[in-house]
Each structure stands twice: as structure tokens, then as C-alpha cells.
């Protein structure tokens, strides 16, 4: 079992910044590929981005790659998503999900375990 406890939301004018973050409880976190997907008000949860359990491998959509990074800090336990340059299409509810696999899936169906979630809200 696996525990994710996000933080870091909040609001921040267009063109800011936030980082998020995702602890998550156990002794084999290195074992878990982990992604960050976002839910808009109205809208079905869509991926962000993903990375591997030993962080050398990274996916994004297409809608916020070159903005977005997400890394990982195994001696830690949490995962990390640095977002720049913020646009209010980028408000959402952000969760972070974890799934016991060498792949870095971008479909709610393969994470096994689910965060919160954290709300971001980017101002115009």
C-alpha cells in the first residue's frame, strides 16, 4: 500500500510559478514509476507528465512540455513538479499517482494509487 500526499497549489498570476510536491509513504518507492495529472473544473482528469523509478526517464503532454518538469528524490520519497511560465488554462485540481511498473503510463487506468490532489489556479 501506498500513501501520496500532495502540496504546494495555490494561486499565482499568469507567467509564475509553483512547484508541487508528493510524498509518499513505504520503503520501495524507487519501485514505482510516478505521474501528475491534472482535472479542471467540468473536465475529465487528464496525464501531465511521468517519470520512472530511478527518474532517468521522463514523459509530458504536449500541452506543457518546455514548461513543466517533474523529478524525483528517491532518498526522499517525493516526487516534484516545477511548473514555469503558468497559464490559466493550466488551473486544475493536481494529483500525483504511483504504479508498480519499469513503464511511465499517461493513463489514469494503470496508477495504482492516487493522491488528494492540490488545487492550482493561475490568474489572467
Known amino acids: 500500500q501506498v500513501q501520496l500526499v500532495e502540496s504546494g497549489g495555490g494561486l499565482v498570476q499568469a507567467g509564475g510559478s509553483l512547484r508541487l510536491s508528493c510524498a509518499a509513504s513505504?520503503?520501495?518507492?524507487?519501485?514505482?514509476?510516478m505521474g501528475w495529472f491534472r482535472q479542471a473544473p467540468g473536465k475529465e482528469r487528464e496525464f501531465v507528465a511521468a517519470?520512472?523509478?530511478?527518474?532517468?526517464?521522463?514523459r509530458y503532454s504536449d500541452s506543457v512540455k518546455g514548461r513543466l518538469t517533474i523529478s524525483r528524490d528517491n532518498a526522499k520519497n517525493t516526487v516534484y513538479l516545477q511548473m514555469n511560465d503558468l497559464k490559466p488554462e493550466d488551473t486544475a485540481v493536481y494529483y500525483c499517482?504511483?504504479?508498480?511498473?519499469?513503464?511511465?503510463?499517461?493513463?489514469?487506468?494503470?496508477?495504482?494509487?492516487w493522491g488528494q490532489g492540490t488545487q492550482v489556479t493561475v490568474s489572467s
Open positions: 499517482a504511483a504504479t508498480p511498473t519499469s513503464l511511465i503510463p499517461s493513463t489514469t487506468s494503470r496508477y495504482d494509487y
Open positions: 513505504g520503503r520501495t518507492f524507487s519501485a514505482y514509476a
Open positions: 517519470i520512472s523509478g530511478g527518474g532517468s526517464i521522463t
